[in-house]
């Protein structure tokens, strides 16, 4: 079936640092997505993409369809503590949406 | 508020017995999903319901029934828990099959004995 490969699995950074992850996949996708999930809560959207190579923002994140439509990627730009959980990104192609493993973001001190 | 609400929060079940997780939407989405999370694994998609009166077997349907009892309602059911079963689910919904995203829950915990 399909698949999308997220990485990384986990990060650890510094408070005030940037972050990235992305997602890759062997699919063409219409749609790519961008979630996060709280401890304890369900995934809360956070940026959606419609076209290939499409760049948005929302804040401190920015995230982008890729030409290929087969990969995106996010960035968060001077992390702060409420930035901890995990990132899933994901791939719709007609009524279904197909999640990645998940990033999970961790920030020091 | 509006969104998805699913009850009950936590769960504990012995191996056999069986029960239903309720999820309803006030957001008059058409379609509803069921996920599953586990650890490392991500979220996997269990059964989907495009619209009302229809639902579909996801990526994990074994062991699990499901029902759109109106547009509002998507019920998952165990008939008979296995501690394979030991996840956390997640009832989502979505208009227009998803194209703006997923709404999700704030997911059930259920522990298999």
């Known amino acids: 079936g399909q698949q999308l490969n997220q990485s990384p699995q986990s990060m650890f950074i510094q408070e005030g640092e940037d972050v990235s992850m992305n997602c890759t996949s062997s699919?063409?996708?219409?749609?790519w997505l961008w979630y996060k999930q709280d401890p304890g809560e369900g995934p809360v959207l956070l940026i959606a993409?419609?076209?290939?190579?499409e760049l948005t923002s929302n804040g401190r994140l920015t995230a982008q369809f890729g030409i290929t439509r087969k990969d995106s990627f996010l960035n968060i730009s001077a992390s702060i503590p409420s930035d901890v959980g995990i990132y899933f990104c994901a791939g719709q192609l007609g009524d279904k949406i197909i999640f990645g493993k998940g990033t999970r973001l961790h920030i020091l001190p | 508020n509006a969104g998805v609400t699913q009850t009950p929060k936590f769960q504990v079940l012995k191996t056999g017995q069986s029960m239903t997780l309720q999820c309803a939407q006030d957001m008059n989405h058409n379609s509803m999903y069921w996920y599953r999370q586990d650890p490392g694994m991500g979220l996997r998609l269990i059964y989907y319901?495009?619209?009302?009166?229809?639902?579909d077997k996801g990526e994990v349907p074994n062991g699990y029934n499901v029902s759109r009892l109106n547009k509002r309602e998507f019920s998952l059911r165990l008939e008979s828990a296995a501690p394979s079963q030991t996840s956390v689910y997640f009832c989502?919904?979505?208009?227009?099959?998803?194209?703006?995203?997923?709404?999700f829950g704030s997911g059930t915990r259920l522990t298999v004995v």
């Open positions: 989502a919904s979505s208009e227009r099959g998803g194209l703006y995203g997923y709404t």
């Open positions: 319901s495009a619209s009302e009166g229809t639902t």
């Open positions: 699919s063409i996708f219409n749609t």
């Open positions: 993409l419609y076209k290939a190579g």
